[in-house]
């Protein structure tokens, strides 16, 4: 089953929005929570991660927020622009057991911010 | 440029044959994992090596296969191919054997027909 749950499928903010991308859990073992970016052709590119002792992680205008008791994470994107248009993955990475270090992706959100 | 390089980049072949796929990691990396994404399945993991080893398995059929060399680079084998198999393959690469960042190469598009 989907050990990752992300929503929504599709996006569309207008410029200057601010868009939000929501991921959901259920493995505690999980330790680390990174974010993709894929553009079309292109393999997915690290954007920003979390640990869960961390409940808000900002780099320019991304920003991660965390829950780790409702184990849930988003992606802000703020100040949306049409550049920011991809397909955008959260992913959880295993912290123990025999799958440590293994990432599990999200199905992915298709982001199109128009002008 | 995540400096993960994998050739070929597009890859055409009909049900039956057998092709391979290369991935040279980024200077430094030991780790290299092999990703399938389609449409149905998402982005799944399916192998793992370290520094030659494998280190862990995920959703490979039997009829895939990998290695990675002493050079570090990997090479993943699919054969018997079917038209299921049609899907991007990605190889990411990291520093070490588990806990670090994963950096994925630009992928090779594969179509069975």
């Known amino acids: 089953q989907q050990q990752v749950k992300q929503s929504p499928q599709s996006l569309i903010v207008q410029k200057g929005g601010i868009s939000i991308i929501n991921c959901a859990y259920e493995?505690?073992?999980?330790?680390?929570f990174p974010w993709y970016q894929q553009f079309p052709g292109k393999g997915p590119a690290l954007l920003i991660a979390?640990?869960?002792?961390?409940s808000e992680k900002k780099e320019g205008r991304f920003t991660i927020s965390f829950n780790k008791s409702a184990k849930q994470f988003s992606l802000h994107i703020m100040d949306s622009q049409p550049g920011d248009s991809a397909t955008y993955f959260c992913?959880?990475?295993?912290?123990?057991?025999?799958?440590?270090?293994?990432?599990?992706f999200g199905r992915g959100t298709q982001l199109t911010v128009w002008p | 440029d995540s400096g993960v390089t994998q050739t070929p980049k597009h890859l055409i072949t009909a049900t039956g044959q057998r092709v391979t796929l290369r991935c040279s990691p980024r200077?430094?990396?030991?780790?290299v994992y092999w990703y399938q994404q389609s449409l149905d399945q998402g982005l799944q993991f399916l192998i793992q090596?370290?520094?030659?080893?494998?280190?862990a398995k995920g959703n490979i059929l039997e009829r895939f296969s990998a290695q990675q060399f002493p050079d570090l680079h990997s090479e993943l084998n699919l054969s018997s191919l079917e038209l299921g198999d049609s899907a991007l393959y990605f190889c990411?690469?990291?520093?070490?054997?588990?806990?670090?960042?994963?950096?994925f190469g630009p992928g090779t598009r594969l179509t069975v027909t």
């Open positions: 990411a690469s990291s520093v070490g054997r588990e806990l670090h960042e994963q950096y």
């Open positions: 493995n505690t073992a999980f330790d680390y």
């Open positions: 979390i640990r869960p002792d961390v």
């Open positions: 992913a959880a990475r295993s912290g123990r057991g025999s799958t440590l270090g293994r990432l599990y």
């Open positions: 200077s430094g990396d030991l780790s």
């Open positions: 090596y370290y520094n030659g080893e494998e280190r």
